[in-house]
């Protein structure tokens, strides 16, 4: 029975919960279903505590049936619930992600919030379409709910913003580019770990976050050997995603991402299955084929 109460909370979106909230006992003048469900829960968990005492038992029967009907019901059935005195439980459900402004909030982009959080920069890295650039706009939601201002730069221009106002997180996009790994210069490379290594020595009220592709990032530690971008403390690797993480951003694709508005979409009508087969030819085709 703690099952389907688990069930009944988390999962019936149709089903609201009570004014006070899943846990409280209803006021007395609430008569929703919600209310109703919880009602039930606190009479059986008073009767597993040998109270019999059933006050709101005949109100609740009566609406349930009235928006439900009845149900015959096998003796053999209800024979197996005698005896049992196990309470039912309340138990919230906390999600592996959700959505907040049209951006799935992974665990990835999660770490990176506790990354900033905790320090002054975050490097976000992966494979090309693995969600970095929604993982930066993440932050940017984040940080403007904050009253933090957010500047967006270009590479070439990081050098040019050691004197940030305070409360300012700078976000660069697709650092030293995708391609053209041949034009790390010593020069530009140096700058920007410079930037960083001030970043990092600052007050809290001063952050950066960049996005950079796993292929440049590789290039960059075996040409350059700077020790900042190999500091785990704040690097997030973003090209791992749970199935539950894959199972939502497919659906928010699906209703407002690429499949909306293109009707022979492959992702538009398959499984998630499919789609995790798909991610293990290609780990970024997902992110890359769809954009909320």
Not at 55 to 72: H, I, P, Q, S, W
Not at 161 to 170: F, S
Not at 275 to 285: Q, T, Y
């Amino acid at each position: 029975m703690s099952l389907v109460f688990v069930l009944l909370r988390n999962f019936c979106v149709n089903i609201k919960p009570p004014t006070r909230g899943w846990g409280y006992e209803p006021p007395e003048d609430e008569k929703t279903v919600g209310a109703d469900i919880e009602r039930i829960r606190f009479m059986w968990n008073r009767y597993c505590d040998n109270n019999y005492e059933f006050k709101y038992l005949d109100g609740v029967f009566d609406r349930m049936k009235n928006k439900y009907g009845t149900l015959a019901v096998q003796n053999d059935l209800l024979e197996g619930f005698l005896g049992v005195e196990e309470k039912i439980q309340s138990i919230k459900l906390n999600p592996d992600c959700c959505v907040e402004k049209g951006v799935v909030v992974t665990g990835g982009i999660k770490a990176a919030f506790q990354l900033l959080e905790m320090g002054n920069v975050v490097i976000c890295k992966g494979a090309i379409g693995c969600g970095k650039t929604h993982a930066l706009k993440a932050i940017e939601n984040k940080y403007i709910e904050k009253g933090w201002k957010v500047r967006w730069m270009e590479e070439n221009l990081l050098p040019l913003e050691k004197n940030m106002e305070d409360e300012t997180i700078l976000i660069c996009d697709n650092l030293f580019g995708s391609f053209a790994c041949n034009t790390f210069l010593p020069r530009r490379i140096s700058s920007f770990e410079n930037l960083l290594e001030s970043m990092c020595e600052k007050s809290r009220h001063t952050k950066v976050a960049v996005g950079i592709h796993q292929h440049v990032f590789d290039e960059i530690i075996r040409i350059h050997h700077l020790k900042l971008l190999q500091n785990k403390n704040i690097t997030v690797d973003l090209d791992k995603l749970t199935k539950s993480e894959m199972l939502l951003i497919l659906k928010e694709q699906q209703k407002e991402g690429h499949c909306k508005t293109d009707p022979n979409c492959w992702f538009k009508y398959v499984d998630l299955t499919l789609v995790i087969d798909k991610l293990r030819e290609n780990p970024g085709i997902l992110e890359a084929r769809f954009s909320v």
